[in-house]
Every structure is written in structure tokens, then in C-alpha cells.
T-cell receptor, first 114, second 112 residues
Framework: DARVTQTPRHKVTEMGQEVTMRCQPI?????VFWYRQTMMQGLELLAYFRNRAPLDDSGMPKDRFSAEMPDATLATLKIQPSEPRDSAVYFC????????????FGSGTRLTVV | GDSVTQMEGPVTLSEEAFLTINCTYT??????LFWYVQYPGEGLQLLLK?????DKGSNKGFEATYRKETTSFHLEKGSVQVSDSAVYFC???????????FGTGTRLQVFP
């Protein structure tokens, strides 16, 4: 089965450090999403891209978060500097051009900022 | 804006019991509706979907029918198993948007 690959699966870092999370979408999928999951807020959409162009990043704290798609096979989410409140599970998802087939999620990156 | 409301959990059932998890939505136009399942430590997996009114999505014994008149998409299963224990998310994708909007999730716990 085709899958969305996220790395790393787990990351523990100290407050103030830069964190980079990576996502490899499914080949042929042209829309990529970044979600954050916490117990308090549930699933929050941070940003998404279509055909590598950013379409909406309104859910993302602009001062410390940035999302990019350097090419069609890689999406990145960076946090600089990281803070303890950023501790969460970050999911990447991708979707084909016909989105009614649903989105495929990666297994997530569990981030802990101490 | 578009939104999804799910019943709060946890839902606790004995094996072979009947399951219903309620989901209602608010959206303009004709959204597509989805149920996702998240097992512990994993990402979300698409369970089933429906793209127009009166469509019934089904998978692994789970069913949900797109009811436009009641703006609902309730998840049902006739006989749950311990392995169905997970968090279930209802979601919609609006007619003119790529975004997938999720409900808060409902935890299901099934005991032997």
C-alpha cells in the first residue's frame, strides 16, 4: 500500500532549539497538509499546499513556524525556536487531485520540547 | 463556517454490542463526509466516506449514511470487537475547499 512517510517518529529537544519535521507524500498526490494533535485542542490544521504552492497557513504561528515544499516528494515543517507548548503530535497528510477519495495520513512525529 | 460536531466519549461497550457514534455537520453546499479511525500510537486511517446525499459508506462492518435532511453522518456497527477500540473522527470536506475539517473525536472502548 502507498503510504505517507514522516520522519522522525519521535523527537525530544530542548526549548529554544530548531526542530525540522519531514514528510514524503504519496506519489501522484498534489495536496499536502500539516496537522497538529494535542489533547486540549484536538486536530488543528496548520498549513497546506497544492502543487507545492502554499494555499493556507493561517493556523500556524508565523513567528516561529514555517512550512515548505522544496519539491513534490518532500514537505517540511520547521519550528524555531521551539517552546514547551509546541509539544504535540504533528501529522502530515496527502490527497490526490480528486479529493473525494480522502486524505492519507502519515504516522506522525511526536515532539516533546523540554 | 463549516463545522463538525461529534458525541463526546468515551463510549464503553461489551464485545458484540451495537455501536452508534453520532455526527452532525454544518456546511454550505454539498460537502463530502468521512469517518477516520486512529489506533493508539498511529495516524488517522480513512474508514469510510460518502460524497452525496443518501450515499452509504461502509467498511469492515462499519456503516454511515449521508443524511442531508438531518445534516448527519452517524457511524454504526452491528457487533463490535475488542480490536475496534480506537478514536473515531468524523470529518467533512467542503464543496469548494481542500480542507478537511474534523470533529473532536470519540474514543471507543470495547471490553471482552
Amino acid at each position: 500500500d502507498a503510504r505517507v512517510t514522516q520522519t522522525p517518529r519521535h523527537k525530544v529537544t530542548e526549548m529554544g532549539q530548531e526542530v525540522t519535521m519531514r514528510c514524503q507524500p504519496i506519489l501522484g498526490h498534489n495536496t499536502v497538509f500539516w496537522y497538529r494533535q494535542t489533547m486540549m485542542q484536538g486536530l488543528e490544521l496548520l498549513a497546506y499546499f497544492r502543487n507545492r504552492a502554499p494555499l493556507d497557513d493561517s493556523g500556524m504561528p508565523k513567528d516561529r513556524f514555517s512550512a515548505e515544499m522544496p519539491d513534490a516528494t518532500l514537505a517540511t515543517l520547521k519550528i524555531q525556536p521551539s517552546e514547551p507548548r509546541d509539544s504535540a503530535v504533528y501529522f502530515c497528510a496527502s490527497a490526490p487531485p480528486d479529493r473525494v477519495y480522502g486524505y492519507t495520513f502519515g504516522s506522525g512525529t511526536r515532539l516533546t520540547v523540554v | 463556517g463549516d463545522s463538525v460536531t461529534q458525541m463526546e466519549g468515551p463510549v464503553t461497550l461489551s464485545e458484540e454490542a451495537f455501536l452508534t457514534i453520532n455526527c452532525t455537520y454544518t456546511a454550505t453546499g454539498y460537502p463530502s463526509l468521512f469517518w477516520y479511525v486512529q489506533y493508539p500510537g498511529e495516524g488517522l486511517q480513512l474508514l469510510l466516506k460518502a460524497t452525496k446525499a443518501d450515499d452509504k459508506g461502509s467498511n469492515k462492518g462499519f456503516e454511515a449514511t449521508y443524511r442531508k435532511e438531518t445534516t448527519s453522518f452517524h457511524l454504526e456497527k452491528g457487533s463490535v470487537q475488542v480490536s475496534d477500540s480506537a478514536v473515531y473522527f468524523c470529518a467533512l470536506s467542503g464543496h469548494n475547499t481542500d480542507k478537511l475539517i474534523f470533529g473532536t473525536g470519540t474514543r471507543l472502548q470495547v471490553f471482552p
